[in-house]
C-alpha cells in the first residue's frame, strides 16, 4: 500500500503564487510516475501535470504551461507543485496520484494511489 499526503493549499489572490506538497510513504519502490490533478466544482477532474519519477520527464497541461512546475525530491519521496501567476479559473481541489506501472502519465486511468486532495482557491 501507498499513503499520499497533501499540503500547501489554501486562499491567495490572483497573481500570486503556492506550492503543494506530496509526500508519499508505503511501498512506494514500485512508482512510476506521480501527478497532479484538480477537479473544480461542478466540473470533471483534470490533468495538471505529471513526472516520470526515474527520467525526470515532466508533463503539463496547456493551461498550466509556463505557470505550474513539478520538481520532486526522491530523498524525501516528495512531489511538489508550484503554481506561479495563479489565475481564479485554477481554483480548485488538487490531488496528487501515484502511478505503480507505465502508461499515459496525463490519464487518471494510470494512476493507483491518490490523496486526500486539498483545496486551492484564487481570488480576483
Known amino acids: 500500500q501507498v499513503q499520499l499526503v497533501e499540503s500547501g493549499g489554501g486562499l491567495v489572490q490572483a497573481g500570486a503564487s503556492l506550492t503543494l506538497s506530496c509526500a508519499a510513504s508505503?511501498?512506494?519502490?514500485?512508482?512510476?510516475?506521480m501527478g497532479w490533478f484538480r477537479q473544480a466544482p461542478g466540473k470533471d477532474r483534470e490533468f495538471v501535470a505529471a513526472?516520470?519519477?526515474?527520467?525526470?520527464?515532466?508533463y503539463y497541461a496547456d493551461s498550466v504551461k509556463g505557470r505550474f512546475t513539478i520538481p520532486r525530491d526522491n530523498a524525501k519521496n516528495t512531489v511538489y507543485l508550484q503554481m506561479n501567476r495563479l489565475k481564479p479559473e485554477d481554483t480548485a481541489v488538487y490531488s496528487c496520484?501515484?502511478?505503480?506501472?507505465?502508461?499515459?502519465?496525463?490519464?487518471?486511468?494510470?494512476?493507483?494511489?491518490w490523496g486526500q486532495g486539498t483545496q486551492v482557491t484564487v481570488s480576483s
Open positions: 508505503g511501498r512506494t519502490f514500485s512508482r512510476y510516475a
Open positions: 496520484a501515484l502511478a505503480q506501472v507505465a502508461g499515459e502519465p496525463r490519464s487518471d486511468r494510470n494512476y493507483d494511489y
Open positions: 513526472i516520470i519519477w526515474s527520467t525526470r520527464s515532466t
